[in-house]
């Protein structure tokens, strides 16, 4: 199991392919690389992470210009368009190995039936549903940089950004429609932090998310 993503190393104009087998979070990743650096894309719970690794830099050479020679992959070119292209190939080699996820709006939530719902906080909830070791399928939102204004939503198993401004409501609308006798008060900026923390340090296992419930600022409210 890996690690394989794309990443801009600051001060670099070039982007970077790579994968590891050593560091198994996002939060990891980041101290491979100087500060600031900016991760495009990553996928973890890769089964075949250099095979993987291959195939991108076989498809980037196609589409980018490369930029230093070398066994690892450096390429100039539209980000976007990278983003793309590194989907799409995950797409098809990621799923030979590894279970479909489950598009977003699609999480199996049956296994919530045996927790007090009533003493969730959207912080667990969250943790429960979306960053779960134990319920891989589900792992379908994501947020990797701060200060930008995207989130990604997974959906057959390419990641695909969207506008925080359309992105946090939909997932708020989705969490109601998990426990539709709660009401969700919070602020955006306070859910979008937390995606962000949640992105780079991982999903935990449902024990371990158990141990750690507690309140947070984010509240349910009875309708």
């Known amino acids: 199991m890996g690690l394989v993503y794309l990443i801009q190393p600051v001060p670099q104009c070039w982007y970077k392919i790579g994968h590891t087998t050593k560091h198994d979070t996002l939060a990891c990743l980041q101290k491979m690389y100087p500060a600031?650096?900016?991760?495009?894309?990553?996928?973890?719970?890769?089964?075949?992470?250099?095979?993987?690794?291959?195939?991108?830099?076989?498809?980037?050479?196609?589409?980018?210009k490369p930029v230093i020679c070398g066994p690892g992959g450096y390429f100039e070119g539209d980000v976007d368009d990278m983003r793309d292209v590194f989907n799409k190939v995950l797409s098809?080699?990621?799923?030979?190995?590894?279970?479909?996820?489950?598009?977003?709006?699609?999480?199996?939530?049956a296994f919530l039936n045996g927790i007090k719902l009533d003493e969730l906080t959207v912080n667990d909830l969250l943790d429960l549903v979306f960053f779960n070791k134990d319920h891989e399928r589900n792992q379908n939102i994501r947020k990797l940089d701060k200060k930008d204004g995207i989130?990604?939503?997974?959906?057959?198993?390419?990641?695909?950004p969207e506008s925080i401004d359309t992105a946090l409501p939909?997932?708020?609308r989705r969490m109601c429609q998990i426990l539709p006798?709660?009401?969700?008060?919070?602020?955006?900026?306070?859910?979008?932090?937390l995606l962000y923390y949640k992105s780079v340090r991982g999903p935990l296992t449902e024990n371990q998310i158990k141990q750690n419930m507690s309140f947070s600022k984010l509240w349910f409210v009875n309708r």
């Open 36 to 64: 600031q650096s900016r991760i495009i894309c990553v996928v973890g719970l890769v089964p075949n992470p250099q095979e993987v690794e291959r195939a991108l830099v076989q498809a980037f050479h196609q589409h980018f």
């Open 170 to 172: 939909k997932i708020i």
């Open 92 to 109: 098809v080699n990621f799923t030979k190995n590894a279970k479909s996820c489950r598009g977003f709006g699609h999480e199996d939530v």
């Open 181 to 193: 006798k709660f009401h969700i008060i919070t602020e955006s900026k306070y859910l979008k932090d």
């Open 151 to 160: 989130v990604e939503f997974r959906v057959n198993d390419c990641w695909n």
